[in-house]
């Protein structure tokens, strides 16, 4: 059993930036990709980045390309999501994920994760 932790999430204005936090416990953090989602309200939940266990490979979603960055710590079982010039439309509850399913397979519609954080609000102000 792997627990994961969101943090980081709030209400800010269109342009500026927030750092979401997930914190991890139980079964061996460094062996599982990370990664995060986010559903709106009314939206199918939907991918937005994911890393592979060491760090080495990630996937970003178009709509976050160039704006958003992902990163760990296996040293200190987290992951990092790092939003910048963010936009009204990125208002959604976000989600941290685990799963030892490559990272290039996260983006499919049939996804399922093995493991989810409770979630934690961004909200983006225009």
């Known amino acids: 059993q792997v627990q994961l932790v969101e943090s980081g999430g709030g209400l800010v204005q269109a342009g500026g930036s927030l750092r979401l936090t997930c914190a991890a416990s139980?079964?061996?953090?460094?062996?599982?990709?990370m990664g995060w989602f986010r559903q709106a309200p009314g939206k199918e939940r939907e991918f937005v980045v994911a890393?592979?266990?060491?760090?080495?490979?990630?996937y970003y979603a178009d709509s976050v390309k160039g704006r958003f960055t992902i990163s760990r710590d296996n040293a200190k079982d987290t992951v990092y999501l790092q939003m910048n010039s963010l936009k009204p439309e990125d208002t959604a509850v976000y989600y941290c994920?685990?799963?030892?399913?490559?990272?290039?397979?996260?983006?499919?519609?049939?996804?399922?994760?093995?493991?989810w954080g409770q979630g934690t609000q961004v909200t983006v102000s225009s």
């Open positions: 994920a685990a799963d030892d399913l490559a990272p290039r397979f996260w983006p499919l519609p049939e996804y399922r994760g093995d493991y």
């Open positions: 139980g079964r061996a953090f460094s062996s599982y990709a």
């Open positions: 890393i592979s266990w060491n760090g080495g490979n990630t």
